[in-house]
T-cell receptor
Framework: AQTVTQSQPEMSVQEAETVTLSCTYD???????LFWYKQPPSRQMILVIR??????QNATENRFSVNFQKAAKSFSLKISDSQLGDAAMYFC?????????????FGTGTRLTIIP | DADVTQTPRNRITKTGKRIMLECSQT?????MYWYRQDPGLGLRLIYY???????NKGEISDGYSVSRQAQAKFSLSLESAIPNQTALYFC????????????FGPGTRLTVL
């Protein structure tokens, strides 16, 4: 079974600094997708970034980028120029790429605090 | 207006009561999902539906049932609520002919006393 591990329950960063959240996963599949979701205090789950396993290029979305290391099964999220609005729980998630299998497997989350 | 809505947003009920949580979407997506979030456990899949006639169990379906009334509506029922079903419940949608990324509703916080 696929598993997703987030080893940092809590992280903090100074406003305007850069922070990296870690995620590792275990799978025997070669075709899959990885995601980072953000859950602010409003509890809404918001998609931050998406990575296809077959793409070597790391995904980026404005201040958010990933470091995808397929061989190491590592998928870290880098947040640059941290802002107060980035404070939230961040969840890493995995989904197999096979048609008909849409289950997302989530990690346990990392709580990010932004220090003004 | 939000693309994925859930009602109610908060609900407190008693053990043994029947509860229905509703999800509606205006995204035009064909696939819909129900997840449960417990502290320290992340989200876990309860049920998912590829279209109105296709409903599948997730990893924690015991004690739950679902109904896909239309492409845009997917309801989750607890036939006889118990305290360990106290959790945050999320509905999500995705489009099979797009990136198939799942988009979540705002969640329903359910407390079973």
């Amino acid at each position: 079974a696929q598993t997703v591990t987030q080893s940092q329950p809590e992280m903090s960063v100074q406003e305007a600094e850069t922070v990296t959240l870690s995620c590792t996963y275990d799978t025997s599949e070669s075709d899959y997708y990885l995601f980072w979701y953000k859950q602010p205090p409003s509890r809404q789950m918001i998609l931050v970034i998406r990575q296809e396993a077959y793409k070597q290029q790391n995904a980026t979305e404005n201040r958010f980028s990933v470091n995808f290391q397929k061989a190491a099964k590592s998928f870290s999220l880098k947040i640059s120029d941290s802002q107060l609005g980035d404070a939230a729980m961040y969840f890493c998630a995995y989904r197999r790429g096979n048609f008909g299998n849409e289950k997302l497997t989530f990690g346990t989350g990392t709580r990010l605090t932004i220090i003004p | 207006d939000a693309d994925v809505t859930q009602t109610p947003r908060n609900r407190i009920t008693k053990t043994g009561k029947r509860i229905m949580l509703e999800c509606s979407q205006t995204k035009g997506h064909d696939r819909m999902y129900w997840y449960r979030q417990d502290p320290g456990l992340g989200l876990r899949l309860i049920y998912y539906s590829f279209d109105v006639k296709d409903i599948n169990k997730g990893e924690i379906s015991d004690g739950y049932s679902v109904s896909r009334q239309a492409q845009a509506k997917f309801s989750l029922s607890l036939e006889s609520a118990i305290p360990n079903q106290t959790a945050l419940y999320f509905c999500a949608t995705s489009f099979s002919r797009g990136t198939d990324t799942q988009y979540f509703g705002p969640g329903t916080r359910l407390t079973v006393l």
